[in-house]
């Protein structure tokens, strides 16, 4: 597993717990498949952008955010 995905997949579980959800309710808000979150979150995927973007508004946090570690 790469670093930058290892750490991405922190970032984002970290933030969808800060914001109360699992991830099936994450996934539903951002029209992915839960397991893929799944995926992202133990790095095992690597998400295209258009994915972060989702993710982000998902989130309501800036995409920029998701990078923040």
């Known amino acids: 597993m790469s670093e930058i995905k290892t750490k991405f997949g922190d ?5 969808r717990e800060e914001k109360g959800l699992a991830q099936d309710k994450l996934a539903m808000k951002a029209g992915l498949n ?3 979150v799944g995926f992202i979150e133990r790095a095992q995927r690597n998400p ?8 982000a ?13």
């Open 11 to 15: 970032r984002l579980r970290e933030l």
């Open 34 to 36: 839960p397991s893929y």
């Open 48 to 55: 295209t952008l258009e994915t972060i973007h989702r993710l």
């Open 57 to 69: 508004s998902a989130l309501d946090v800036s995409t920029k955010e998701l990078f923040d570690f």
